[in-house]
């Protein structure tokens, strides 16, 4: 028996970084990419892999805030708790700590930029990806949001992208959903 989980394709509209990445990651040479993000949701559970908190697990209305889903795809998979367990293993455990010169009112924002270097999100592969041809998509210790949903897929059993050396949207759509 499969399992079933959803990939949420989402975007920002007035995001001027989600624009730069469906620049950066266009579905043909004249067309921007439908999305800037993709969303791993199993039930009420959402993974991605964020700019600013790196890979995080959460409920999908917080998830979703102030994302616009173009595509839902419905996916099955034949080992769930093998791709929970990846998933789970990925997930940024760095707590940031603001200096103790950093003023008290600014601690917050210093915290935010730290978590932000310090996260295990792939900016290489987000926004250089044309840039950086012998990127390793597959990398454990960084993760793109693309890049996380196939190694999860790839987690569940289903080694669909080892040919590839880079994953964007047009990959993971390429997917059958009923499969």
């Given at each position: 028996?499969?399992?079933?989980?959803?990939?949420?394709?989402?975007?920002?509209?007035r995001?001027?970084?989600?624009?730069?990445?469906?620049?950066?990651?266009?579905?043909?040479?004249?067309?921007?990419?439908?999305?800037?993000?993709?969303?791993?949701?199993?039930?009420?559970?959402?993974?991605?892999?964020?700019?600013?908190?790196?890979?995080?697990?959460?409920?999908?209305?917080?998830?979703?805030?102030?994302?616009?889903?173009?595509?839902?795809?419905?996916?099955?998979?034949?080992?769930?708790?093998?791709?929970?367990?990846?998933?789970?293993?990925?997930?940024?455990?760095?707590?940031?700590?603001?200096?103790?010169?950093?003023?008290?009112p600014?601690?917050?924002?210093?915290?935010?930029v730290?978590?932000?270097?310090?996260?295990?999100?792939?900016?290489?592969?987000?926004?250089?990806?044309?840039?950086?041809?012998?990127?390793?998509?597959?990398?454990?210790?960084?993760?793109?949001?693309?890049?996380?949903?196939?190694?999860?897929?790839?987690?569940?059993?289903?080694?669909?992208?080892?040919?590839?050396?880079?994953?964007?949207?047009?990959?993971l759509?390429?997917?059958?959903?009923?499969?």
């Amino acid at each position: 028996m499969q399992d079933q989980v959803t990939l949420l394709f989402t975007r920002r509209r007035r995001n001027p970084v989600s624009w730069l990445i469906r620049w950066m990651k266009p579905r043909s040479r004249i067309a921007l990419a439908l999305s800037s993000h993709v969303i791993i949701a199993i039930g009420d559970t959402c993974y991605e892999a964020n700019m600013l908190t790196g890979v995080r697990k959460g409920k999908r209305a917080d998830i979703l805030k102030g994302q616009t889903i173009v595509r839902e795809r419905v996916h099955y998979v034949p080992d769930l708790a093998a791709g929970v367990a990846f998933l789970e293993s990925q997930l940024c455990t760095y707590v940031p700590t603001a200096p103790r010169w950093v003023p008290a009112p600014l601690r917050p924002l210093a915290c935010a930029v730290l978590l932000m270097i310090h996260n295990n999100y792939d900016f290489g592969g987000a926004l250089g990806l044309g840039l950086a041809p012998d990127e390793n998509w597959a990398d454990p210790s960084k993760w793109f949001c693309y890049e996380l949903a196939a190694a999860f897929f790839k987690a569940c059993g289903r080694d669909l992208f080892d040919e590839l050396d880079r994953i964007c949207e047009t990959a993971l759509l390429a997917i059958s959903p009923g499969y």
